[in-house]
């Protein structure tokens, strides 16, 4: 399996971008998906998770109302919207996957991961 991560960039606070995340290797539909980041010297915090076909999705407090995550199964890609950024937005964001859909596991937990890609909000 093979996550590509992909979308980060540099923005202006208050700004929106939009990460995309493409899977292959497996059926696509038969994963859970899910957003983290990592910000320096911090530990990967969870962002958010959708269901295999996307009915249900789970954030975090620090991100409701300002991300969405949603998913296209017939192009086996995750997207992550982000809208309204914040300078405490920055980090590198991963996408991971999982057989499960359960977004109170641990990261460790995930079956897989991607590469990161930055994300650099300015103030």
């Known amino acids: 399996v093979q996550l590509q991560a992909s979308g980060g960039g540099l923005v202006q606070a208050g700004g929106s971008l939009r990460l995309s995340c493409v899977f292959s290797?497996?059926?696509?539909?038969?994963?859970?998906m899910a957003w983290f980041r990592q910000a320096p010297g911090k530990e990967r915090e969870f962002v958010a998770e959708?269901?295999?076909?996307?009915?249900?999705?789970y954030y975090a407090d620090s991100v409701k109302g300002r991300f969405t995550i949603s998913r296209d199964n017939a192009k086996n890609t995750v997207y992550l919207q982000m809208d309204s950024l914040k300078p405490e937005d920055t980090a590198v964001y991963y996408c991971?996957?999982?057989?499960?859909?359960?977004?109170?596991?641990?990261?460790?937990?995930?079956?897989?991961w991607g590469q990161g890609t930055q994300v650099t909000v300015s103030s």
């Open positions: 991971a996957a999982d057989s499960d859909y359960d977004p109170r596991r641990k990261s460790y937990e995930y079956d897989y």
């Open positions: 290797g497996r059926p696509f539909g038969n994963y859970a």
């Open positions: 959708t269901s295999w076909s996307g009915g249900r999705t």
